[in-house]
């Protein structure tokens, strides 16, 4: 079985200033990750995924998030954050194979961008 | 072009009271699955479902039970209604096939309450 943990249930920080969002798994086979962001009284967005190949990956919106097969880490990154990327953020894993495609989340980490 | 709908998007019911919520995929998209997102937490995978058959189900009891439809819509029910069904309901769809890098999309949720 997978198991994702989030390390941090709640990040503030001030708006331009950067971010790091902390994501570790547990997993006895290799796995797929993902990052997706909810925003207040909205459904899951997906924001970035890594499948296979290069070890970081990036979304359209300056968010970046780097494998890390050794310490079994999918840290989220942002170099310079807004007011509106206030929201919970969540960090999943599937298992490779797994064609049930039955993703594990983690528990979720509240951004709160300060004016 | 629409994403993943739901309906209703609230809903309030009675305890021993059943439900029935709705997914439309996206257009082409022939796999749903089925979350429950309660309060805090992460999204916990209740089922999933390609062309019309049950391909993976989550640690769930059987009062919860779900189905899809030629259309590829899916309705999901839970019977004998607890005060810890309370939760957002994630409907996701993918396109589904053999590729387990499929990717979900989320639609809004419905919430449930349970008084």
């Known amino acids: ?115 | 072009d629409a994403g993943v709908t739901q309906s209703p998007t609230h809903l309030i019911k009675t305890r021993g009271q059943h439900v029935t919520l709705r997914c439309s995929p996206i257009s082409g998209h022939k796999s749903v699955s089925w979350y429950q997102q309660v309060l805090g937490q992460g999204p916990q995978f209740i089922f999933q479902y390609y062309e019309k058959e049950e391909r993976g189900r989550g640690n769930f009891p059987d009062r919860f039970s779900a189905r899809q439809f030629p259309n590829y819509s899916s309705e999901l029910n839970v019977n004998a209604l607890l005060l810890g069904d309370s939760a957002l309901y994630l409907c996701a769809s993918s396109l589904g096939g053999l590729a387990d890098t499929d990717t979900q999309y989320f639609g809004p949720g419905t919430r449930l309450t349970v008084l």
């Not at chain 1, 997978?2 to 796995?31: G, H, I, M």
């Open chain 1, 1 to 115: 079985a997978q198991s994702v943990t989030q390390l941090d249930s709640q990040v503030p920080v001030f708006e331009e200033a950067p971010v790091e969002l902390r994501c570790n798994y547990s997993s006895s086979v290799s796995v797929y990750l993902f990052w997706y962001v909810q925003y207040p009284n909205q459904g899951l967005q997906l924001l970035l995924k890594y499948l296979s190949g290069s070890t970081l990956v990036e979304s359209i919106n300056g968010f970046e998030a780097e494998f890390n097969k050794s310490q079994t880490s999918f840290h989220l990154r942002k170099p310079s954050v807004h007011i509106s990327d206030t929201a919970e953020y969540f960090c999943a894993v599937s298992r490779v194979g797994n064609y049930g495609q039955n993703f594990v989340f983690g528990p979720g980490t509240r951004l709160s961008v300060l004016p």
